[in-house]
Antibody, heavy 118, light 110 residues
Framework: QVQLQESGPALVKPSETLSLTCTVSGGSISSYLWSWIRQPPGKGLEWIGYSYYSGNTKSNPSLRSRVSISVETSKNQFSLKLNSVTAADTAVYFC????????????WGRGTLVTVSS | QSVLTQPPSVSGAPRQRVTISCSGSSSNVGNNAVNWYQHLPGKAPKLLIYADELLPSGVSDRLSASKSGASASLAISGLQSEDEADYYCAAWDDSLKGPVFGGGTKLTVL
């Protein structure tokens, strides 16, 4: 079955760029939307953005100027870059597959905690 | 502050039935499909309900969901200890032009 796995540094310094990768195994990354969601400690879930496998992307307006999402079909991976991070960006980051009809996330990764601290 | 409003916690005894509410507005729940997720800390969130009331393959039929106007609810009958988890509602938001979530509800099985 299709599985998603996040990877990347667990600690990022303030003002630097947070970079995460999601590896899709057991299926192709083509023909779907791929998304990033985060959950700050003790808070709810926040949608960050999504990218179609072909590269069309859309992100949350609250983060848009700092977010970049890309898909690398040859590696069956998609990535998140969030620049100029602050402590407010400390969160568990999830990658997920987004289904266009009804806009639901049918598959998720386990998430990875990223802490922003000097 | 989450866009969709859920109670922080609910509880019930084994074999009982509990409901979790989700309140939004005309730009999200009132005009778009509601989806529900279960999350156990440290594990991948799991899709429970999509399109307001549909169960994905493999999800227990002890779960059901409904929607009326800008409010939705998830019901879990025959409570089991394995149901202890955090539950989130979500919907597309026409203003944000993206998905929005509830703050999550922690279900405790007494």
């Amino acid at each position: 079955q299709v599985q998603l796995q996040e990877s990347g540094p667990a600690l990022v310094k303030p003002s630097e760029t947070l970079s995460l990768t999601c590896t899709v195994s057991g299926g192709s990354i083509s023909s779907y939307l791929w998304s990033w969601i985060r959950q700050p400690p003790g808070k709810g879930l926040e949608w960050i953005g999504y990218s179609y496998y072909s590269g069309n992307t859309k992100s949350n307006p609250s983060l848009r100027s700092r977010v970049s999402i890309s898909v690398e079909t040859s590696k069956n991976q998609f990535s998140l870059k969030l620049n100029s991070v602050t402590a407010a960006d400390t969160a568990v980051y999830f990658c997920a597959r987004l289904i266009l009809n009804y806009w639901y996330f049918d598959l998720w990764g386990r998430g990875t905690l990223v802490t922003v601290s000097s | 502050q989450s866009v969709l409003t859920q109670p922080p916690s609910v509880s019930g005894a084994p074999r009982q039935r509990v409901t979790i509410s989700c309140s939004g507005s005309s730009s999200n729940v009132g005009n778009n499909a509601v989806n529900w997720y279960q999350h156990l800390p440290g594990k991948a969130p799991k899709l429970l309900i999509y399109a307001d009331e549909l169960l994905p393959s493999g999800v227990s039929d002890r779960l059901s969901a409904s929607k009326s106007g800008a409010s939705a609810s998830l019901a879990i009958s025959g409570l089991q200890s394995e149901d202890e988890a955090d539950y989130y509602c979500a919907a597309w938001d026409d203003s944000l032009k993206g998905p929005v979530f509830g703050g999550g509800t922690k279900l405790t099985v007494l």
